[in-house]
């Protein structure tokens, strides 16, 4: 605050509230700098991940040839439908071509999802289907590709007609895996719902057999026009239970009484299984009934191939009984415990955090005894104990998921408190106090009286490195390099122990430097704490770091439009 009668040389100081303000605002762009880092990360993630999935590769070139003898290159996946330009030499488009993945990739046939190819004439009609790959058992992928009306079933075909489903040719052995590729191109080309196999409602006639008042289903229950609870109908498909009989699951129904502790009667609603295997079960249900009657209790405690006997239809008759029990085994289960929002281990964890800020931003942050009893305190409870440190491998597995639901609350607050209060304090409070890695340092440094320092060229020199690797670390990820983040920092080690190599080195080598040179990692190699430096450095005044900062992550944000 200006005195009054007080001459001054400068520019008088700038008032409380205005350098408060200025405190804040810096404090806002230095955090708002590594969200905008953090999401343009995410972004580029999403972005490559969808490119995976659309480009067309050098094989897709080969087969592309094959129907389109002038192709010389593949266009990127363009438009609403992302479908590739086929180029001649010259550059112009002799036809298009797309695969069927992602929108295939839930559709699974026995075992696993196929890609097909499917090329087009320049008049985007099909000119031939090809399978690129296919995590569906070998003996049926080998059965359709071997018959020759399968994939040519769509030769012809203008691209607007696909997203239709229609009644697609199904090769007979391999009708999961025929049926599955069908499905997949379909929803390649806009047809929804088809990874789901038992599509559609229980029809009201299908309930009334078992509950003749029933007016409506609730979920599971089965209502009477009064909204009296009639009974429980289950079914397989939307439990999740998929037993296999001969070739496929069914969709098996199964009505329990009010008390929910007697079977009404049982039915298949559908199946992926083979005729006449499934007619013959599905009659079986419904003319002898085997289960009506039946207790819960009796039902599970059923054994294989003694309820539904269907001869000749075996392994589908069994596939329902199993089916059945592992309805009721999910139905009755007991609820799953939620696991206590804080155990023992995260209260302590936090009380550690909390006592740590305490020292750091308290009246006693400056005596020795107190900052080495809790360096010690931190070397046990938070590193040898807890394992509990933040870093680039945390960091940017959050930022390349675009979240960071799921981690526990105690990492959640350590790296809060790590970021907040170096921009909102100016204090580093998470490297001066609580980090393990840097206390083990700091304790370690009181073994020798005599420290080196290093010449102040070297030092500035070498005060680089932790940046250095830091832009190395992030521009990895940017650009979708699979490096192990975790082996760059030492922290692992503290929780893991010694497994990987180079984390071993990093540890080691920084604590043995930290003896003779005072927190030697610290200074000279941790990526984590040049950010914690960056937030905390010149409160309130901006610094050519913070141009330079801005600048890295602007460029950051063009990282989708890198070649
Ligand atoms: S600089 Fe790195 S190792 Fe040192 S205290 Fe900070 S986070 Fe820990």
Known sequence: MKTPGRTTAGPPPAPDSGRRGKRVLLAVYRLGLLAAAFFALHFTTVRREAGKDAALDERALAVVKSYLPAAVSLGPPEGDDRVSAVLDARGEPVGWAAQTFPEARPVTGYAGPSNLLVVFDLARRVAGVTLLGSADTSGHVAKVVKDPDFLSQWNGRPQASLGAAGEPRIVSGASLTSEAMARGLAARFGAAGMDQWFPGEVPLETLREWFPGAASLAGTRVLAADGGMLGTLLRSSRMGVSVRGFQGASDVLLALDAEGRKIVGAAMQGSRDNEPYITDVRDSLLYDQPFAGMTVDDALALESGTAVLVSGASRTAESVEETVKEMLRRHFAPPPVEPPLLGPRDGVALAWIAAGLVVGLGPWRGRKRVRTTFAVISVAAGGLWLGLMTGQDQWIKWSMRGSAAGTAL??????????????????????????????????????????????????????????????????????????????????????????????????????????????????????????????????????????????????????????
């Open 410 to 563: 105690p990492l959640l607050a350590l790296t809060a408190a790590a970021l907040l209060i170096p921009a909102a304090f100016g204090k580093n409070v998470y490297c001066a106090h609580v980090c393990p890695h840097g206390a083990a340092q700091q304790l370690l440094g009181h073994l020798r009286k005599r420290r080196f320092a290093l010449p102040p060229k070297l030092h500035r020199a070498l005060g680089g490195l932790p940046w250095l690797t830091l832009g190395l670390l992030w521009l990895l990820a940017f650009l979708g390099l699979g490096f192990p983040f975790a082996d760059a920092e030492p922290f692992e080690v503290w929780s893991t122990g010694f497994v990987a190599l180079l984390p071993v080195v990093i540890f080691a080598g920084g604590l043995i430097a930290a003896v003779f040179l005072p927190q030697a990692y610290c200074h000279y190699g941790c990526p984590t704490g040049a950010v914690l430096k960056f937030l905390a450095s010149s409160p309130g005044r901006w610094t050519r770091r913070d141009g330079i900062a801005g600048a890295v992550v602007a460029l950051a944000w063009l990282a989708p439009f890198w070649p």
